[in-house]
């Protein structure tokens, strides 16, 4: 019954991330908070792995779009994949791992309101950071994308348009390709450290792609975002509250 579920929220969540742009992997790890008993290292392998799936689909379609940009990608993923890897290999304690996983999804959870109310301001002639604040936010943002199981584009991306680096196109474009490569990345560090699965993720997958296909066809025809980022936001919330309060039930 979990197994379903489950399947049911992801398909779920992934056609309302994809309908705005993105990947997902917060409302993953919210959902395995929430309705799941999985063992922690199992999180961090689900969410990735949807993540992927998600992510290749919407980069396929920013790829096709023409918004990408080579140049503002790879001073970020130069040390964000590699140390993607890493923070895929540590396992944390759990008195760590569900309070950090909290504060991601809070801070998910206020991006996304943030964006429904229109408060995030492009600076005009967005340009490029020297190399080394590339490097060093890259590899920052990529070691807490493999230790929190997200693919760190929720972070790249008011990055890039509060430092005035990149425009909004760009920026969605650069930011579902860093999630995908640090996605695959972080997986890599946590099946080389814990190898187990759980026999069910094919399910997961299939819900999930099905649910990135439709959301980013929903998401093409213009639909309206905001309710869909209110209506994630408190799912976040919700979920936050759960993984702060877990280390206190235990």
Known sequence: MMTLVLALT???????????????ASGYLAALAILSDYPQEQFKAIALTLNIFVGGIGTWKF????????????????CAIPMAFVGGLWQLPEIIFRPLIGLVLLF???MLVLKARGLFRQKSDPRMP?????????????LLA???????????????????????RTTAAV????????????????IVESPGLPGQLY??????CLGGLVGSHLGSRRLPGNGIRYLLAIVLVVASMKMFMAPFDA
């Open 175 to 190: 930011s579902i390709v860093f999630v995908l490569l640090n996605s695959l990345a972080g997986l890599g560090g946590v």
């Open 146 to 168: 493999g230790l929190t199981g997200t693919g760190g584009g929720i972070f790249l991306s008011p990055l890039l348009i509060l430092a005035g680096w990149a425009e909004p």
């Open 63 to 78: 790829l096709r779009a023409g918004h990408f940009k080579w140049d503002c990608f790879w001073p970020f993923a130069l």
């Open 10 to 24: 992801f398909l779920a969540l992934a056609v309302l991330y994809s309908a705005v742009g993105h990947a997902g």
């Open 203 to 208: 399910i997961f997958i299939i819900a999930a």
């Open 108 to 110: 998910a959870a206020v």
């Open 130 to 142: 020297a190399l080394p604040v590339s490097m060093v936010c890259g590899g920052l943002l990529g």
